[in-house]
């Protein structure tokens, strides 16, 4: 049970993690629309880009919550009784 209370990533790997995480998917939503340019009406294209950037925002702010230095919970030992 103690294993499960670690922290998997620290306070910079998860920043960065969050950061890049968040690039690379506006990087692929930038793509996106520009390869549908031509084949895809305007309003199907922003739905397309939407939920890539609403993927790319979720998964920076969870591995930014993974990044904080805060524990999750407080220790056992901690707890009123």
């Known amino acids: 049970m103690i ?5 998997p990533l620290a306070g910079g790997i998860g ?3 969050g950061v890049a995480f968040l ?6 939503a930038f793509i996106a629309f ?3 340019k031509r084949t895809v009406k305007m309003a199907l294209r ?21 990044g904080t ?5 407080p220790p056992a030992h901690s707890q009123p009784k």
């Open 34 to 36: 520009k390869l549908l």
């Open 23 to 28: 690039l690379i998917f506006l990087a692929i």
């Open 3 to 7: 294993l499960l209370d670690a922290n």
């Open 46 to 66: 922003i739905v397309i880009v939407a939920i890539i950037i609403a993927i790319a925002v979720a998964g920076s702010a969870f591995f930014l919550t993974l």
């Open 15 to 17: 920043i960065f993690a």
């Open 69 to 73: 230095s805060k524990p999750a919970r």
